[in-house]
Each structure stands twice: as C-alpha cells, then as structure tokens.
C-alpha cells in the first residue's frame, strides 16, 4: 500500500515555474514507477510524466517535454515535478501516481493516486 500526497501548486504567471512535490508512505515506494497526471475541468486526465523505479528512465508526453522534468528521491520516499516555461493551457489538476508493474503513460496503469494540487497559469 502507498499513500500519495501532492503539494507544491498555485498561482503563477505565463512563463513562469513551480515545482510540484509528492510525499509517499510505505516501505515499498522504491519498487515502484510514479507518474503525473492532470486533470482541467471537462476533460480527461491525461498524461504528463513518468519515472521508473531508480529513476533512470523517463517520459513525458510531447505537450510537456523539453518545459517540464520528472524526479525522484527513494530515500526520501519524494517524487517532484519541476515545471518551466508555464502556459496557461497547462492549468489543471495535477495528481501523482504509483505503478506496481511499470511507469505506464495510461491512468489505467496505475494503482495509488493521491488528491491533486491545483496549478493556474494567468496570460
């Protein structure tokens, strides 16, 4: 069992940064893939980042990458997000997440989410 908490969001102007953290309990958190997703209102929650268990491997879907970076600290059970260069279309719900079996890039992948940060980007 992992729980997940998120914090880290806020207010920021376009072209501005943030970076996201997520806190996890349980002894087993290194054993397993963490991503984050998003969620605005209407939509889907989609993908935005993954990383694998040591924290080796990454990917990020293409909406985000070259702005955004993914990380991780097992040995402070901590996972981060460090978002550059924010557009207002980046507002949404952000939601971090643990995969037992891999870093999977679907929410399906996923077994443990926590509660989400709200992130707005003004123009």
């Known amino acids: 069992q992992v729980q997940l908490v998120e914090s880290g969001g806020g207010l920021v102007q376009a072209g501005g940064s943030l970076r996201l953290s997520c806190a996890a309990s349980?002894?087993?958190?290194?054993?397993?893939?963490l991503g984050w997703f998003r969620q605005a209102p209407g939509k889907e929650r989609e993908f935005v980042a993954a990383?694998?268990?040591?924290?080796?491997?990454?990917t990020y879907a293409d909406s985000v990458k070259g702005r955004f970076t993914i990380s991780r600290d097992n040995a402070k059970n901590m996972m981060y997000l460090q978002m550059n260069s924010l557009k207002p279309e980046d507002t949404a719900g952000y939601y971090c997440?643990?995969?037992?079996?891999?870093?999977?890039?679907?929410?399906?992948?996923?077994?443990?989410w926590g509660q989400g940060t709200q992130v707005t980007v003004s123009s």
């Open positions: 990383i694998s268990w040591g924290g080796s491997r990454t």
């Open positions: 349980g002894r087993t958190f290194s054993s397993y893939g």
């Open positions: 997440a643990a995969d037992r079996t891999g870093y999977g890039t679907a929410t399906r992948d996923y077994d443990y």
